[in-house]
């Protein structure tokens, strides 16, 4: 079901194309919760996240796409573009990432295209090249978790418990913490199948 496309163009400039099932208006909408943009990437870990009032956010935490992790703490500036956003980082190799919304075809299975560009041309290229270890190697990751995310909010973005759950608990765990809840839920489920199975089985034998 994953439409993943990874490229690149000279050495500073990385992007990935996802197709999603929402509508050109709908993903719009979505992008401009840039926390949860940020916060649905698998590869970081947040410590703080803050925002003022002129689409500017200061958030630090730890990149783990690297084989050793690395600490950030950087301020976004957000701006809105006539086909989505761009957000631009004032500290940091990278210079700013791209969020694109494009329509698809009528006759596709989805409704649009979003392409996510990261672009690395804020600095010099000696600086570049002493700052490789802070690249975020996380783009393929994030884009396959977004789109993941996407179907599920198309399918139960309408059922307020969910939306609850996915913004007010889902949303503030790190990675690791979703992983493990996840385990949780899942021998949970297992539990609750095997009594039912155990409590069937009885009523056979005994009734």
Same mark, same amino acid.
């Not at 000279?10 to 929402?22: G, K, M, R, Y």
């Not at 509508?23 to 698998?42: A, G, H, Y």
């Not at 950087?74 to 791209?98: A, F, H, M, N, W």
């Not at 995310?149 to 198309?154: K, P």
């Given at each position: 079901?994953?439409?993943?496309? #990874?490229?690149? *163009?000279?050495?500073?400039?990385?992007?990935?194309?996802?197709?999603?099932?929402?509508?050109?208006?709908? #993903?719009?909408?979505?992008?401009?919760?840039?926390?949860?943009?940020?916060?649905?990437?698998?590869?970081? +870990?947040?410590?703080?996240?803050?925002?003022?009032?002129?689409?500017?956010?200061?958030?630090?935490?730890?990149?783990?796409?690297?084989?050793?992790?690395?600490?950030?703490?950087?301020?976004?500036?957000?701006?809105?573009?006539?086909?989505?956003?761009?957000?631009?980082?004032?500290?940091?190799? &990278?210079?700013?990432?791209?969020? &694109?919304?494009?329509?698809?075809?009528?006759?596709?299975?989805?409704?649009?295209?979003?392409?996510?560009?990261?672009?690395?041309?804020?600095?010099?290229?000696?600086?570049? &090249?002493?700052?490789?270890?802070?690249?975020?190697?996380?783009? +393929?990751?994030? *884009?396959?978790?977004?789109?993941?995310? #996407? #179907?599920?909010?198309?399918?139960?973005?309408?059922?307020?418990?969910?939306?609850?759950?996915?913004?007010?608990?889902?949303?503030?765990?790190?990675?690791?913490?979703?992983?493990?809840?996840?385990?949780?839920?899942?021998?949970?489920?297992?539990?609750?199948?095997?009594?039912?199975?155990? *409590?069937?089985?009885?009523?056979?034998?005994?009734?």
């Amino acid at each position: 079901m994953n439409d993943l496309t #990874l490229d690149s *163009a000279e050495d500073d400039t990385a992007w990935v194309s996802i197709q999603t099932p929402l509508d050109v208006e709908s #993903l719009t909408s979505f992008c401009q919760d840039v926390e949860r943009l940020f916060r649905i990437n698998p590869m970081l +870990t947040f410590k703080s996240w803050q925002a003022d009032d002129e689409n500017r956010f200061q958030f630090s935490g730890q990149n783990i796409s690297q084989d050793e992790p690395f600490d950030f703490d950087l301020t976004l500036q957000v701006r809105k573009l006539p086909d989505g956003i761009e957000v631009c980082y004032q500290q940091g190799i &990278k210079s700013s990432t791209i969020f &694109k919304i494009e329509p698809l075809p009528d006759d596709s299975e989805w409704k649009s295209k979003l392409t996510i560009t990261d672009t690395y041309g804020g600095m010099s290229e000696k600086d570049r &090249k002493e700052q490789l270890h802070t690249v975020d190697r996380s783009l +393929t990751a994030w *884009a396959k978790y977004l789109q993941q995310y #996407l #179907l599920y909010w198309h399918r139960f973005s309408r059922i307020g418990p969910w939306r609850w759950y996915m913004k007010r608990i889902w949303q503030p765990m790190n990675p690791s913490a979703r992983r493990i809840t996840y385990m949780f839920l899942l021998i949970s489920v297992i539990e609750v199948f095997l009594i039912g199975l155990g *409590a069937v089985i009885f009523l056979f034998e005994y009734s």
